[in-house]
């Protein structure tokens, strides 16, 4: 399978600061990047779709000016969240399609957790 | 709205044995594919298996193997010869098309695999 790294794994920040999340496809160009959230126990939830050279899609209720997406090369993609506040601490999880057909298989990221104080 | 139902929040099997987990969904998608992804205690997404919905054929990767009833929106995934390192979250996901054209997944919420030795 392909690889997804995710840098850091671990982040934790004061309440009001802005923390920067990369995920990085390592063996093929995605031009197409996710971001969701997990909360213990629960499934995964897409944040936002996140376009090489154009600007990210978000689902409904995801805050735009909160979560920022960069998305500025075919294999780095960036979520910033500004202003992080407590509620803000989840499991952070990109993943990355190879781009073609439909149904490609994505491939997941090793997550990044995020506890603000 | 595409929706994935996983209707065991818990399942457990003996080592060596045989469990299926359970997966409905509900698409309007003519041609759509489905997945189950597994996340172990280190919350890393991992593939196990992936289905074309236009194929009749079963998939299996050895083994894991699917019951795919196209009619009645089932995706049950069987897993033989179960080992400890099986034991898991396993996240049923089907594929849906926005209206941007952008392809995104659906996850239902998860069947927590406990494999007793």
């Known amino acids: 399978g392909a690889v997804v790294s995710q840098h850091p794994s671990w982040v934790i920040c004061k309440s009001g600061t802005s923390v920067k999340i990369e995920c990085r496809s390592l063996d093929f160009q995605a031009t197409t990047m996710f971001w969701y959230r997990q909360f213990p126990k629960q499934s995964l939830m897409l944040m936002a779709t996140?376009?090489?050279?154009?600007?990210?899609?978000?689902e409904q209720g995801v805050e735009k000016d909160k979560f920022l997406i960069n998305h500025a090369s075919l294999t780095l993609s960036t979520l910033t969240v500004t202003s992080a506040h407590p509620e803000d601490s989840s499991f952070y999880i990109c993943?990355?399609?190879?781009?073609?057909?439909?149904?490609?298989?994505?491939?997941f990221g090793p997550g990044t957790r995020l506890l603000v104080l | 709205a595409q929706t994935v139902t996983q209707s065991q929040p818990e399942m457990s099997v003996q080592e060596a044995e045989t469990v299926t987990l359970s997966c409905t969904y509900d698409?309007?998608?003519?041609?759509?594919?489905l997945f189950w992804y597994k996340q172990p205690p280190s919350r890393q997404m991992i593939l196990v298996i992936r289905q074309e919905a236009y194929k009749q054929q079963n998939a299996t990767e050895n083994r894991f193997s699917v019951n795919f009833q196209k009619a009645a929106k089932s995706f049950s995934l069987k897993i033989s010869d179960s080992q400890l390192g099986d034991a898991a979250m396993y996240f049923c996901?089907?594929?849906?098309?926005?209206?941007?054209?952008?392809?995104?997944?659906?996850f239902g919420k998860g069947t927590k695999l406990t494999v007793n030795p």
């Open positions: 698409t309007s998608e003519s041609d759509y594919y």
């Open positions: 993943s990355a399609r190879r781009p073609g057909r439909p149904g490609g298989t994505q491939y």
């Open positions: 996140s376009n090489e050279g154009s600007k990210a899609t978000y």
């Open positions: 996901a089907s594929s849906r098309f926005s209206q941007g054209g952008s392809e995104k997944l659906v």
